[in-house]
């Protein structure tokens, strides 16, 4: 089974969908469970909210529109909906993220014992347990990492016309950049890689990543596609660091 996984596409975004077969594996079936759970509870809630204040947001940045530019509202509406769903979706992606942190990476290990020649054991449940300040430190770094370029992206929004025309695009591309970085990093951290050498290491294969987090953001968008996401972006950002980046981030340690 494992063989046959570890064998197939080599793109960015064959990765994430490598990660549906993974969570169907006997094996790893109970190390998806928790994930699973916060992302429906937190998912559920979240976009029930967001689509029940959508119209009242469209409203609002209509009445700064002057009448000679109420043109605008045919291109605002989509534009304001797709950023919206962008937004929001990466900021409970995070908050998500932050609660299943520990069961990431433990469900990021057990990926990588099954497909792994070289298998590893950070311990059990209590190490894990013992551990959680230094995993709660970990999603800290990428949160300061995130906020400033998030605040800057955000600003271009304030830009007439053309920030609101650019702004979707880049923040999409961030969000893109971001959703790689969140789930890459159970693997790089399940073995101590430092943030800085699993953002470098990310970067040489930037198109690879991009595309990984582009799909990912695309199905945290979608209501009930987006209650798996976690589980199988985790899975398949592992399968991609067994075969792409750990010999050589193990190598320069």
């Known amino acids: 089974m494992s063989q046959q996984l570890v064998q197939q596409g080599h793109s960015g975004a064959s990765y994430f969908f490598r990660g549906f077969d993974l969570i169907k594996t006997p094996g790893l079936r109970k190390f998806v469970i928790l994930p699973l759970a916060v992302n429906l509870l937190l998912f559920s809630g979240a976009f029930y909210y967001l689509f029940l204040q959508i119209e009242e947001l469209i409203g609002w940045v209509n009445g700064y529109l002057p009448d000679w530019l109420s043109w605008l509202n045919y291109l605002l509406w989509p534009l304001l909906v797709l950023t919206t769903l962008l937004v929001f979706s990466y900021i409970f992606s995070t908050v998500a993220n932050w609660i299943a942190a520990p069961f990431n990476g433990l469900l990021a290990e057990k990926v990588e014992l099954m497909l792994s020649d070289r298998p590893f054991d950070t311990g059990g449940m ?92 695309l199905f945290t968008m979608v209501p009930i596609l987006n209650l798996v996401v976690m589980p199988v972006a985790v899975c398949g950002a592992t399968a991609m660091w067994v075969e792409q980046y750990r010999d050589k981030a193990l190598a320069s340690r």
């Not at 959703?179 to 690879?208: C, T, V, W």
């Open 126 to 217: 209590m190490d894990m347990v013992k551990d959680l300040p230094r995993i709660f430190k970990r999603e800290w770094r990428k949160l300061l990492y995130y906020l400033p370029r998030a605040i800057a992206c955000l600003l271009l929004f304030l830009v007439p016309v053309i920030g609101q025309t650019l702004a979707p695009v880049v923040w999409f591309l961030f969000t893109a950049w971001m959703m790689k970085i969140q789930y890459a990093d159970y693997p790089f951290d399940n073995h101590k890689i430092s943030f800085e050498q699993m953002r470098a290491q990310l970067a040489e294969q930037k198109g690879a990543s991009l595309s990984f987090g582009a799909i990912v953001t």
